[in-house]
């Protein structure tokens, strides 16, 4: 279901986006659509890399290495 939606912008910015829409080939009003599906999706993204991240660094990384030496083993002559 599509829903209208209000937007006020200055006319200097209006008259910009027609001219922008018509070199499209499209209107103002599905420029703007495709420009808030855009963002909303870049959000959607890195909403979903942001989780993926934060459960990898929860589980941690395995550096390498092994046990540590003990500080006699380290100062032995």
Request: charged share 35%; proline share 1%.
């Amino acid at each position: 279901m599509k829903r209208n939606l209000t937007v006020q912008l200055d006319e200097e910015t209006v008259a910009k986006a027609k001219v922008l829409a018509a070199r499209r080939s499209t209107s103002v009003s599905k420029l703007v659509a495709h420009e808030i599906k855009r963002l909303v999706g870049e959000d959607d993204a890195y909403q979903r890399a942001k989780l993926i991240a934060l459960a990898q660094l929860d589980r941690g990384y395995h550096l390498g290495g092994g046990k540590p030496a003990d500080r006699d083993a380290l100062h032995e002559r």
